[in-house]
């Protein structure tokens, strides 16, 4: 048996993205209500013309309905339970428990919501995984305070931490900060509050959230573990290989670049507890001042670094900037970089990989000797009924398939693997587009683009080979 007998086998949702019920029992707005559905929706938001300040008229906002978990989670998890979950990620809303952010009082009805949550997955032997913060800061602190640039944001993070750590960490074990941290360097509105016309433009803004963020992630670990000893509290980021496109010494160095401001900045301040020695350089290539810290800031990432990795895993990069052949931009999960001619693409670009996850495991592995754990993977495709009702997503099996088995490949060459939970366990909201139609769900979710469906859940034919993969802690990955 390769892997350990507690393996977290499970899946991954965020509240943005399913729960829906937006405006309900207190919730206030998040910047996840003011996106519009659509594949225009990054440019949209990442336009110098667009401020927070929307009228929420002129779009669709599928993230406001989502999937209805908030009202049938029950059923969800009952499905959950039936493939044999082990644990369940999920996220808290900030905006349903301080509605703006900055109130001084939680809540309650948003705090009650949680609690029927974890409790039914409890009720199933689930083990609940929580993140704190997965794209959803309350709209209010991006339009009012400018997002996490601004150093207020560290004690509104503080006192929602405090909150949910204490009624919660006695039933949850397992926790998370930030959701995909490092996706700011990229796309800083849905992780910092920050678009083009509150400053985004300018990456000193960007550095200077960062700090903030890990201010605020590092205070999260210490109350965490005030409340409880054994707590394990990850960071989370995106990490995706950055090849360099050929053996061009000046792409190898460029890759390293990239994977420095990518893929490490954020987890080595995090894990190690202090910037990295090569923050001048980054700064230099981004042009932007070092962070305005505060006393006792530094002591503060010293003493409380994570607990363990948790990361999203989804696709490979190649970069190419210094060689004379001309390549194609690839799509990518907020990142860039060139087509690699070695890999096939998803419907959205997306390039597939799996080998890439055993260099990336043993990558982080190598770096940190810290756990880890892949609490995203998955494949964004469409998915069609057939005559008989069924569907039949081999695509899907296809692709988890190779990444697990690449997973098994990287545990045999030493990596401490903590659990697997692939992303979008149920069909949702896709973060970059805002659609239904780029499914990676389990479980099927009758609802199109445009709204219309009947929100009945159905399993897919990668439902059964899950639960097999699952009973039998990996060993069986056939697609019978
Ligand atoms: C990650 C996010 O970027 O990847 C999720 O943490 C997101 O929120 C997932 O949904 C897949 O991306 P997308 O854009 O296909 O939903």
Same mark, same amino acid.
């Given at each position: 048996?390769?892997?350990?007998?507690?393996?977290l086998?499970?899946?991954?949702?965020?509240?943005?993205?399913?729960?829906?019920?937006?405006?309900?029992?207190? $919730? /206030? =707005?998040?910047?996840? &209500? +003011?996106?519009?559905?659509?594949?225009e929706?990054?440019? #949209?938001?990442?336009?110098?013309?667009?401020?927070?300040?929307?009228?929420?008229?002129?779009?669709?906002?599928?993230?406001?309905?989502?999937?209805?978990?908030?009202h049938?989670?029950?059923?969800?998890?009952?499905?959950?339970?039936?493939?044999?979950?082990?644990?369940?990620?999920?996220?808290?809303?900030?905006?349903?428990?301080?509605?703006?952010?900055?109130?001084?009082?939680?809540?309650? $009805? /948003? =705090?009650?919501?949680? &609690? +029927?949550?974890?409790?039914?997955?409890?009720?199933?032997? #689930?083990?609940?995984?929580?993140?704190i913060?997965?794209?959803?800061?309350?709209?209010?602190?991006?339009?009012?305070?400018?997002?996490?640039?601004?150093?207020?944001?560290?004690?509104?993070?503080?006192?929602?931490?405090?909150?949910?750590?204490?009624?919660?960490?006695?039933?949850?074990?397992?926790?998370?900060?930030?959701?995909?941290?490092?996706?700011?360097?990229?796309?800083?509105?849905?992780?910092?509050?920050?678009?083009?016309?509150?400053?985004?433009?300018?990456?000193?803004?960007?550095?200077?959230?960062?700090?903030?963020?890990?201010?605020?992630?590092?205070?999260?670990?210490?109350?965490?573990?005030?409340?409880?000893?054994?707590?394990?509290?990850?960071?989370?980021?995106?990490?995706?290989?950055?090849?360099?496109?050929?053996?061009?010494?000046?792409?190898?160095?460029?890759?390293?670049?990239?994977?420095?401001?990518?893929?490490?900045?954020?987890?080595?301040?995090?894990?190690?507890?202090?910037?990295?020695?090569?923050?001048?350089?980054?700064?230099?290539?981004?042009?932007?001042?070092?962070?305005?810290?505060?006393?006792?800031?530094?002591?503060?990432?010293?003493?409380?670094?994570?607990?363990?990795?948790?990361?999203?895993?989804?696709?490979?990069?190649?970069?190419?900037?210094?060689s004379?052949?001309?390549?194609?931009?690839?799509?990518?999960?907020?990142?860039?970089?060139?087509?690699?001619?070695?890999?096939?693409?998803?419907?959205?670009?997306?390039?597939?990989?799996?080998?890439?996850l055993?260099?990336?495991?043993?990558?982080?592995?190598?770096?940190?000797?810290?756990?880890?754990?892949?609490?995203?993977?998955?494949?964004?495709?469409k998915?069609?009924?057939?005559?008989?009702?069924?569907?039949?997503?081999?695509?899907?099996?296809?692709?988890?398939?190779?990444?697990?088995?690449?997973m098994?490949?990287?545990?045999?060459?030493?990596?401490?693997?903590?659990?697997?939970?692939?992303?979008?366990?149920?069909?949702?909201?896709?973060?970059?587009?805002?659609?239904?139609?780029?499914?990676?769900?389990?479980?099927y979710?009758?609802?199109?683009?445009?709204?219309?469906?009947?929100?009945?859940?159905?399993?897919?034919?990668?439902?059964?080979?899950?639960?097999?993969?699952?009973?039998?802690?990996?060993?069986d990955?056939?697609?019978?």
């Amino acid at each position: 048996m390769v892997f350990k007998k507690d393996f977290l086998w499970g899946g991954a949702t965020a509240a943005n993205q399913c729960e829906g019920a937006y405006d309900v029992d207190g $919730k /206030g =707005l998040s910047v996840a &209500d +003011a996106m519009p559905g659509g594949r225009e929706r990054m440019s #949209i938001i990442s336009s110098p013309n667009f401020n927070w300040d929307v009228e929420l008229t002129n779009y669709r906002y599928p993230n406001h309905v989502g999937i209805d978990h908030y009202h049938r989670f029950k059923e969800d998890i009952t499905l959950f339970a039936e493939m044999g979950f082990k644990a369940y990620r999920f996220s808290i809303a900030w905006s349903r428990i301080f509605p703006k952010g900055d109130e001084l009082e939680p809540n309650e $009805k /948003g =705090l009650a919501f949680y &609690d +029927a949550l974890i409790d039914e997955c409890l009720s199933y032997g #689930i083990e609940p995984v929580i993140t704190i913060s997965h794209y959803e800061m309350p709209l209010h602190l991006a339009k009012e305070y400018g997002g996490w640039k601004n150093r207020q944001l560290v004690a509104f993070f503080e006192r929602y931490a405090k909150v949910i750590l204490e009624r919660y960490a006695h039933k949850v074990k397992y926790w998370m900060t930030f959701n995909e941290i490092n996706s700011a360097m990229e796309f800083p509105a849905l992780s910092q509050g920050l678009i083009p016309s509150t400053g985004s433009d300018d990456y000193t803004n960007r550095f200077q959230a960062w700090h903030h963020q890990f201010v605020a992630s590092a205070l999260a670990v210490k109350i965490g573990k005030s409340v409880r000893e054994d707590i394990q509290i990850g960071c989370m980021q995106i990490y995706a290989p950055l090849y360099a496109f050929d053996s061009n010494p000046e792409n190898q160095f460029a890759s390293q670049l990239k994977q420095r401001a990518f893929d490490y900045f954020t987890s080595d301040v995090q894990v190690r507890g202090y910037y990295p020695t090569y923050i001048k350089q980054l700064l230099k290539t981004y042009n932007a001042t070092m962070p305005v810290m505060e006393e006792g800031d530094e002591e503060l990432l010293r003493d409380n670094t994570v607990d363990y990795i948790g990361f999203s895993y989804y696709m490979s990069m190649a970069i190419n900037e210094k060689s004379a052949e001309e390549t194609d931009p690839a799509a990518g999960n907020l990142m860039e970089g060139v087509r690699n001619p070695f890999l096939e693409a998803s419907e959205w670009g997306w390039q597939i990989d799996p080998l890439g996850l055993r260099i990336s495991l043993n990558d982080l592995w190598d770096r940190y000797q810290v756990p880890l754990f892949i609490v995203e993977n998955g494949l964004g495709a469409k998915d069609t009924i057939d005559e008989k009702g069924a569907i039949n997503d081999d695509y899907r099996i296809e692709y988890l398939a190779k990444h697990i088995q690449t997973m098994k490949e990287a545990v045999e060459d030493g990596v401490d693997l903590m659990g697997y939970t692939p992303w979008g366990c149920i069909d949702l909201v896709a973060a970059s587009t805002g659609e239904m139609s780029k499914r990676y769900g389990f479980i099927y979710v009758d609802l199109d683009d445009e709204g219309n469906g009947s929100f009945n859940r159905q399993k897919k034919k990668s439902f059964n080979w899950y639960k097999k993969v699952i009973a039998s802690n990996g060993e069986d990955l056939e697609n019978n």
